[in-house]
Each structure stands twice: as C-alpha cells, then as structure tokens.
C-alpha cells in the first residue's frame, strides 16, 4: 500500500495505482480524452495534468499514467494546472476544431477559440482504438501509419484490413467519431450488428444490455451468441467496467427444480407476422409497420424518442390503420383478436395529437365493448379520423395518379360508400392478430392442457370456471387462455393467484372420488397393474402379498382396471357392472 | 325396408378430456349430425375394455366409436396409447367373429374439435348404415329376453372354466 496526498485529501492505495485512479477513488474529478477504464494508460491527450509538489520544487505530469508513490503530494486545482491544461486544449482544439468531446472540454475551461493555426482533422491520436483492437479484440487490425505530422490511425499499407472482424469497437471507445475508424476505411467485411429485441430490430443493441427500461430484475445480461469474450475469449471490457465484480464469464445456465402445490400458466401471445399477408406489404415496402413497431416508435424510449417519423425521417402527412390483419379471416385466423380496435384508435389518437396526419382506420367492425371504450371512438370521430368500413385489398408503391407518386396507396373497398378507394398515404400499420405461442403446444402438453379452438388453452368450463384448467391445481391466465386487453389480464391474473392461494390456505387436497381399488380377495398377484399405471399409483404390498393403490396418487383414470386379468381392479364410479348397465340401458 | 332407411345404433365411449369436450362444443356450436349415436362418458380412453364393446354389439349395437385425446395429449399421459394397441388386438377378434372391421371405429378427436366429432358420428353412422344391421343379438334372442339370455351365456362359459366369483 501507498499513501499519498490529493488536494489535501489523504488515501491509501495499492502499489501500481495511477494518480488519476486514486484521484477517481477521491470523487476529484480530472478531465481526461484518451483514458479508458479497460485499457492501459497511453498518456496522449494531455490534458489529465496535475502538479506534483516535491520538496524542492514541483512538476507536471499526465496523472494516467504516473504511478502513486508513497508521501507524493499531488495538485490538481493549481493555477498552473489550469494553465497548462488550457494550452493543451487550444493545441487540441487547433487540430481538431469540430470534435465535440474537444470543445466541450474547452469550453468547460473557457476557451471558445483556438490561438493556434486551425487545422480539420477529426482524430487527435488519442489511440484508444488501437489499443482497444489490439488489447481487448486481440485483433490488431488497425495502428499508427507514418510518424510526426503524417501521422495517422489506419490499417496496414492505408488498405482494407483482411483480419478486422467488423466488431465495430474502435467506434465505439473513439471520442472523436472520428472518420477514420468507420468500416468503409477499415475492412471489406460487411458488419452484423445487433438488432434490439424490444425495439423491435429498428434500433441495435450492445451485447451486454439491459432487455428494456422496465425490466425486472433491472439488471443487464450477457449475450452469448454476440459477446467477443464469450465467443473468442478476447475483450472483456465490461469487467474492467462492473466495481461491483458481478461480471462473471464462466457462469452456466443451472436449471433448478422446485416442487410446488399449483402452477398459474401465463405464457402469453405471440403477434400475427404480416408478412403471410404477402399483399400488405409488410417486410417488403417502406413504411409498412406492424403494431408493435408503430409502438416502438411512438414511445419516448422507442428509437426515434417519441417522434412519430417515416423511414425517411419525415413527420408523415397521412396515416392508414388496417385493421383485422390476420383476425376474422377464415385464412388466418377465425376468431376476433379483441384489442386490436381499441389499440388502433390509440394510435389514431397519437398520431393526430403529434404529427396532426391525417389518419384514416380501415375496419371491418369497431368492437369498442369496455369501460369507457365507445367514448373513446366516439371522441376519435370527433377528432376527425376517417373511419372507413372495409376490408383492405392491398397496399401497393405503384402510383397510377400524380398524387400517388412516391406514397403507399391503400386499396380498400369502402362498404358504407358502395366504393373502391385508393388511399395514397405515408404511413401504413397493420393491426395484426394475437395468436397463441409457437411452442404452445408444448406448453400445453408439460402441463396436461386441453386447446380450445384456435388454439388457445382450454378453461375448464367457460362460465363457471374460466380461470381453472382441466387439471386440479393449474391455473390460467392472460391472453394465452384466449385474446384479451390489460385489464381483463390483471382480473384473471389476479383470480388465478387467488386460486391458488385457496388451494394453500385449505391445508388440505380434496380427491376425486374415481379412483380405483384392488379387491384382495381377486388379486392373483400378477403385478400386471403396476406396470401399467402411468403414475406409480400401484405399488405391491410384500406383507399382504398383494397389489395396492396409493389412492393419493391415483388420478383415477381406469388403465389398470382394463389391464387386470382376474377383474381384481374396479375404479369407483365406472365399475365394469355400472357400465353394462349404461349399455343395457342405451340399447334396450 | 325399401322405403324406410335403416336407422343404426349406435354406441360412443368418449374420453371426459377431449372427446366429450370435443361432442359437448359440437352441441353447444350448434353442429347437425346424426342422432345415432349415444354418448358414454368414461374418463379415459384406456378405461374402454374391449369387453365393453362386445358387450355392446352383443346388446344390439350396430357399431361403436371409441374417442379419445391425440396422442402425445391424453390426460393421464398414455392411455390413449393402451386404447390404440387394445383396438388392433379387438379388431382381429372382430374378424374371427365374423364382425367387419369397420363396425368399429377409433378416432382421436380433442376437446377443440366439435366439427371432427359431428363428421365422424356423420361418417360412421353413413358406413354402418351402409354395411346394415348387425343384429348379433339374434343369436340368443330366441332363448329369451336379450339380457337375460347374454348373462346366462356367460354364467354357463364361467361355469366351464370354473371362474370362480
């Protein structure tokens, strides 16, 4: 350990610490332009000065890179550290007078204008991309080409790297955004970035994120398919990054098994994919969005912060809504998604509140049953979005008018008129169905649910128990039992816990009253039963010497009751002699 | 006859999960289909005995449908499989007794499938209606009343293999 002075603040730090991390550990801020935590110190921008005070005299040197030595007295607020700084950031700023990084430095100092010959480049060699490619990438693509003045950031020979990955991490650390590091200078290989999952791949994303604003846990994770540690082993910047060391790279997936007396299923819907509608353009033509990525975009941590915007960057200047995408359509999906007009009119609403489009909504039916939802239309009608009843027949960029050109033009069929209109708009949204999972069949079987017509889990009776499934103690709820809106959500969220709670609280389980018993007297002890109850129900009772049924275990299902060959096995309810005579009397 | 259809009889064992699900949703639905068919509610399709269906056709059904959940979804995990494997075995019995094989019918029809259910009562009901009556009953109908004379059959066959009871 060493112990040295700060502006007067005694700490005590490891032997190696740097000036500036010590100062860091102070809370007193240096400026800085080419430090970063992950990387080795390089001391090029100058601008991290401090003053030294010794007994004789004192010196002044670049705080990142000067190691803590014991009884050192360091300076950081000294009229010759501001001075000396100050010149390092006009010669800066001489050289590079666009770099934002610079001048808001400078200005932080006062210095509004550089005293120096102006020069216009963008990189002022810090090297953090080269260090960050060669350190942390292990890649080593791109260094210093030439010395003094010519000096510059390049890969070999000014040519296209063959070895650059396209990682992008040279961008990323520059402070400059400087022109130099961007792919068309580096490499020919065609970068892959990340799409964000939430934004729904209109943004990218790092590999180590935080899914989305409201995630809970609130905690970032790791993609492994993209992390360069976890791929390659090189990088890691993001350990040098957590001072809580949470990061670690060697942890496995564990899977944990947890008993537990009831399960409420709440696996959810999965969103009608446009593109199956090949006529509607969606995937293939401009400004043809699904819902969710109209949501994306309208919302304030969406990727355009809220603004309502076309691929163009253009507020649009009309909006069309199609409704129905994939519901009540016998080709798609027979059944009425339920939450799609009341979205639809949302987003009417949002549009016209912040880009005041014109906003047409082309619908088959408005289905606006819910507290306060037929005020709403009503509202949206007043507002003056165009409603017009009819299926939509296509969306199409093929202009037949001059009024059409350069817009998506609507093809819909308006009933109320009699009439074919075309709709030459800048915006068009799909409303599309809510459907059940892809592995919801999976689902259904882990958990022994039956599927209701289009495939959405089965309640066990529609009135009288919509919140049960078939199987006591599993429980259902939200849209994967069927189409529904956040409120009805929560109610059969909430009527779902507290049916399981009920379940708890009892202390004890009521059977069902079908299960099967073994006469003894009959059993022959063949233990054929055993074999075939698919429960472990059956167990052979040595001391007897006969089969049992563990009625707790037993569901009640009536196998073994068919399989005993001595008609030792009876289920209570649907005894052999209870069914013939059902058949006698269906029969005679 | 010539001018009266043969109206078949005609007996349904469903599985309480998917296949009485599945006829209740073709009711409640509002399907058509024959109304030959008398629904049996057991709670598996593994419960169905192949006695049960002998017994059935002995009693004076034209033919039977055995329903149950797809495979892979039965409620108690594999019942369905034993219904499958117990249908081969009575189909062969069937032959031995002279019974066309498609008097007898399996099908797997879950708790969303009213429309399979009314099509398969439709079709088996045309089928059965084609191959005409069974009446297997007739061959102990003369020693009395139908029921009595089958209990008498299978007392005198206990008898003989000395079951005892």
């Known amino acids: ?588 | 006859m010539a001018d009266t259809q043969f109206e078949p009889k005609l007996v349904g064992f469903l599985c309480r999960w998917c296949s009485y699900t599945g006829a209740d949703l073709a009711g409640t639905s509002r399907k058509e289909y024959p109304p030959n068919l008398t629904p049996l509610r057991v709670m598996c399709s593994g419960r169905v005995d192949p006695t049960f269906v002998l017994h059935a056709l002995a009693q004076g059904a034209d033919g039977v449908l055995i329903a149950g959940c797809h495979p892979g979804d039965c409620h108690y995990k594999e019942g369905n499989y034993k219904a499958m494997r117990r249908y081969r075995m009575l189909l062969e019995l069937l032959d031995t007794f002279g019974i066309e094989r498609d008097r007898v019918r399996l099908e797997w029809i879950s708790a969303s499938e009213g429309d399979l259910f009314a099509e398969t009562v439709a079709d088996l009901t045309d089928k059965v209606r084609q191959l005409g009556p069974l009446n297997w009953s007739a061959n102990w109908e003369e020693n009395g009343e139908r029921s009595e004379a089958l209990q008498a059959i299978v007392l005198e066959h206990e008898r003989a293999m000395e079951v005892v009871r």
């Open chain 1, 1 to 588: 350990m060493v112990s040295l002075t700060i502006d007067g603040k005694k700490i005590d730090v490891e032997h190696g610490t740097t000036v500036l991390q010590a100062a860091e550990k102070l809370g007193i801020w240096i400026p800085t332009l080419c430090h970063h935590r992950s990387l080795t110190p390089y001391g090029a921008c100058r601008v991290c000065l401090v003053e030294l005070q010794w007994p004789r005299g004192s010196s002044i040197e670049a705080s990142c890179v000067y190691p803590a030595a014991d009884g050192m007295s360091v300076r950081t607020d000294t009229d010759r550290v501001v001075r000396t700084r100050k010149i390092m950031l006009e010669l800066l700023l001489a050289r590079c007078p666009e770099v934002r990084a610079i001048r808001d430095l400078a200005g932080h100092f006062g210095i509004t204008r550089s005293r120096f010959p102006q020069q216009d480049s963008d990189c002022f060699l810090c090297g953090m991309c080269v260090r960050v490619c060669n350190e942390r990438m292990g890649v080593g693509a791109i260094n210093f080409l030439h010395r003094g003045v010519e000096k510059k950031v390049s890969p070999p020979y000014d040519a296209h790297s063959p070895i650059c990955i396209a990682c992008g991490a040279c961008q990323v650390v520059c402070p400059a955004h400087s022109r130099s590091v961007e792919f068309d200078r580096l490499t020919s290989h065609t970068p892959r970035p990340i799409p964000s999952e939430f934004d729904e791949g209109l943004s990218q994303r790092a590999a180590v994120y935080i899914p989305f604003a409201q995630a809970v846990p609130h905690k970032p994770v790791i993609d492994a398919e993209h992390c360069i540690r976890l791929q390659t082993g090189a990088c890691g910047a993001c350990q040098a990054f957590c001072d809580a060391g949470a990061i670690d790279f060697d942890q496995q997936d564990t899977f944990r098994e947890i008993e537990v007396g009831s399960i409420v299923v709440a696996t959810g819907f999965e969103v009608f994919d446009g593109r199956q509608i090949a006529r509607y353009g969606y995937g293939r033509l401009k400004n043809v969005m699904s819902a969710l990525d109209f949501e994306r975009i309208s919302h304030a941590s969406g990727p355009t912060n809220g603004e309502i915007l076309t691929s163009e960057g253009q507020p649009p200047e009309s909006v069309a809504i199609i409704h129905c995408v994939g519901s009540r359509d016998e080709h798609y999906h027979e059944y009425c998604s339920r939450v799609c007009c009341m979205y639809s009119l949302k987003f009417a609403h949002l549009v016209k509140e912040k880009t005041g489009a014109e906003v047409y909504n082309c619908y088959i039916d408005m289905r606006t049953p819910g507290k306060g939802y037929e005020e709403f239309y009503k509202r949206l009608l007043h507002e003056g979005v165009q409603f017009i009843r009819g299926k939509v027949a296509e969306v199409t960029d093929v202009a037949e008018t001059e009024e059409e050109e350069g817009k998506l033009v609507v093809v819909c069929e308006d009933t109320l008129l009699g009439l074919t209109r075309r709709l030459p708009v800048d915006m068009v949204i799909l409303s599309a169905a809510l459907q059940p999972g892809a592995d919801s069949d999976h689902v259904a079987r882990l958990f022994s649910l039956s599927c209701s017509q289009g495939d959405f889990f089965l309640e066990k009776h529609p009135k009288l128990a919509p919140v049960e499934a078939a199987t006591e103690g599993i429980y259902l709820a939200g849209a994967c039992q069927g189409p529904k809106d956040i409120p009805d959500s929560v109610a059969q969220g909430a009527a779902a816990a507290a049916c399981a709670l009920s379940l708890a609280d009892r202390g004890k389980y009521v059977l069902e009253p079908i299960t099967s018993e073994i006469v003894p007297e009959r059993c022959s002890r063949c233990k054929t039963c055993i074999t075939s109850c698919p429960y472990s129900a059956i167990v052979f009772d040595e001391q007897h010497d006969i089969s049992l049924i563990i009625e707790e275990l037993c569901k009640g299902c009536g196998t073994c009751v068919v399989t005993c060959p001595s008609g030792a096995a009876r289920q209570k309810g649907f005894e052999d002699v209870q069914i013939y005579a059902e058949l006698d009397g269906i029969l005679t």
